[in-house]
């Protein structure tokens, strides 16, 4: 054998040694580096023998659980024949694939938990103990045998086994058993005690709702540390409530970084939305903060009924070293009748105070409002808005958006539409008037002089639209300047009020 070619043998089998000892040292475990993180002894609603362990993955690393077993009063042993859990990741073991309706299962052995309680250790494949939990034996510390609520570690980096750490379960994550009862737990998400610092939670300005209703709602995270890229399953009942669309914040983006934002109804579905978002940098970097995420638009299209908008087992938050431990929170709605609003009664319609406005007043309907939206129609004969308001007046005059420019004798129409819970009621009309002041006044001097001649000329042959029509020069309110607006002014020249 050549120089060479004993030199390459050589350096290859160093190679294969540095990354045999590199797959070690990343495989490597100690105590607590994975610990017992949620048990669900008592099983589900749908089938109490549906029991479930999660393992969670206290390391910035990935561990390799291949031969890992979970003792069970030193008489049963749950070993896991083959799989990896990621770095802050979980690792689910079920009784049955079925276990868990819409969370697929990393192991699936047959596990048989005592509900009057068990002693559990976690060895790895070399029998080292990893954890312990209920080491004495008794009763469980935590859990319910009633609601099923499963028995949560509130600390996971805490790896004393002691009954002060473990709690019930409060809610869930979206989960569902075999036959779609909600369970009362978290699998493959962060704990609902969890006392971490970080969480994400939905916002909503209200949380009860009418038929017929769009509402938005975002999705916020808390104290985050180093967060580059996250992926949400938004689940909601779609008997209640439609997706219409999602938008971006600028939590991830703030500082001018790129991002690639993605969502979708899972298989074009209502019921469940994947979100997702990523930082495209290289090598990455996170951002740290409280910042809503995103924001989700929903149309309301059932009636008397109350659900969840929750987060799905699948979703995450991820830093640039693997996985934020965080909470997530659903946000509990409800939705009532279809809105039916009555139009507003008493509608009346005065002169302003002032000249070249008008005063229009009302009582509310009889079914209640929130708001009214003022309409007017313009010279095209289309009703434009006005503006809104709680109130239960509004003065059309100068200044107003798509109204105002008063022109005497010229008569105006009016709608008034009130709006309760997002919903708009009928709309109730009426017709108004000014009679003061002066035709051809375009400039509100008091005159009819030749600034409004001059102002007429400018605008002379516009039509309603055009960048150079002038309203208060349009006399006769047909939505063009021409010579009858000329005439008009005319007719009226040197008058003043």
């Known amino acids: 054998m050549n120089v060479l070619k004993k030199y390459f043998v050589l350096m290859t089998l160093v190679v294969m040694a540095l990354q045999l000892v590199t797959f070690r040292v990343a495989s490597a475990a100690?105590?607590?580096?994975?610990?017992?993180?949620?048990?669900?002894?008592?099983?589900?609603?749908?089938?109490?023998?549906?029991?479930?362990?999660?393992?969670?993955?206290?390391t910035n690393q990935s561990i390799d659980l291949t031969g890992w077993v979970i003792e069970d009063d030193g008489v049963s042993f749950y070993t896991i024949a083959s799989g990896t859990i990621a770095p802050?990741?979980?690792?689910?073991?079920?009784?049955?694939?079925?276990?868990?309706?819409?969370?697929?299962?990393?192991?699936?052995?047959?596990?048989?938990?005592?509900?009057?309680?068990?002693s559990l250790v976690l060895k790895d494949a070399d029998g080292s103990v990893i954890d312990t939990v209920n080491g004495l034996g008794g009763a469980w510390y935590a859990g319910d045998g009633t609601s099923k609520a499963t028995m949560e570690r509130i600390e996971p980096s805490i790896t004393v086994d002691s009954v002060s750490n473990w709690s019930s379960a409060t809610s869930g994550n979206g989960s569902v058993g075999r036959t779609g009862s909600p369970i009362l737990g978290t699998p493959r998400g962060a704990n609902s005690n969890f006392s971490g610092g970080t969480k994400a939670l939905f916002t909503s300005a209200k949380t009860d709702f009418s038929q017929g209703e769009n509402f938005s709602v975002g999705f916020k995270v808390e104290k985050v540390v180093d967060l580059y890229a996250y992926g949400v399953e938004i689940n909601y009942n779609p008997s209640l409530l439609r997706f219409v669309s999602a938008d971006e914040s600028n939590f991830l983006k703030g500082d001018g970084s790129q991002t690639s934002f993605n969502y979708g109804l899972e298989d074009d579905t209502q019921g469940k939305l994947i979100v997702a978002n990523a930082r495209l940098q290289n090598p990455p970097s996170g951002v740290d903060?409280?910042?809503?995420?995103?924001?989700?638009?929903?149309?309301?299209?059932?009636?008397?009924?109350?659900?969840?908008?929750?987060?799905?087992?699948?979703?995450?938050?991820?830093?640039?070293?693997?996985?934020?431990?965080?909470?997530?929170?659903?946000?509990?709605?409800t939705v009532g009748d279809a809105v039916e609003l009555s139009g507003v009664r008493n509608l009346q319609s005065n002169t302003g105070e002032s000249v070249y406005s008008l005063a229009l007043n009302w009582t509310a309907p009889e079914s209640g409002a929130e708001k009214y939206v003022v309409k007017r129609k313009a010279s095209n004969g289309n009703f434009m808005v006005l503006g809104e308001t709680v109130n239960l007046s509004f003065v059309d005059k100068d200044g107003v958006i798509n109204g105002g420019n008063i022109i005497p004798n010229i008569v105006y129409e009016y709608q008034i539409i009130p709006v309760k819970n997002g919903v708009l009621g009928p709309a109730s009309a009426i017709s108004a008037s000014e009679s003061r002041g002066l035709v051809g006044d375009s400039d509100r001097s008091g005159r009819v002089d030749g600034r409004d001649l001059e102002s007429l000329a400018r605008s002379y042959g516009s039509g309603f639209g055009d960048e150079e029509y002038n309203p208060l020069s349009d006399t006769?309110?047909?939505g063009i300047i021409d010579g009858s607006d000329l005439i008009d002014l005319g007719v009226n020249f040197g008058m003043k009020l």
């Open 289 to 333: 903060g409280t910042a809503e995420l995103f924001s989700v638009d929903f149309e309301v299209i059932g009636s008397n009924g109350q659900g969840d908008i929750s987060v799905g087992g699948a979703s995450f938050l991820a830093g640039t070293d693997g996985d934020i431990e965080a909470s997530f929170s659903p946000l509990s709605i």
């Open 476 to 478: 006769n309110f047909d």
């Open 30 to 58: 100690s105590f607590g580096s994975v610990v017992i993180n949620e048990i669900a002894w008592a099983g589900t609603s749908d089938n109490s023998n549906d029991e479930w362990i999660e393992l969670y993955n206290n």
């Open 88 to 118: 802050r990741g979980y690792f689910l073991i079920e009784d049955t694939e079925d276990t868990i309706g819409n969370v697929s299962a990393d192991a699936v052995i047959g596990i048989s938990l005592a509900n009057a309680g068990d």
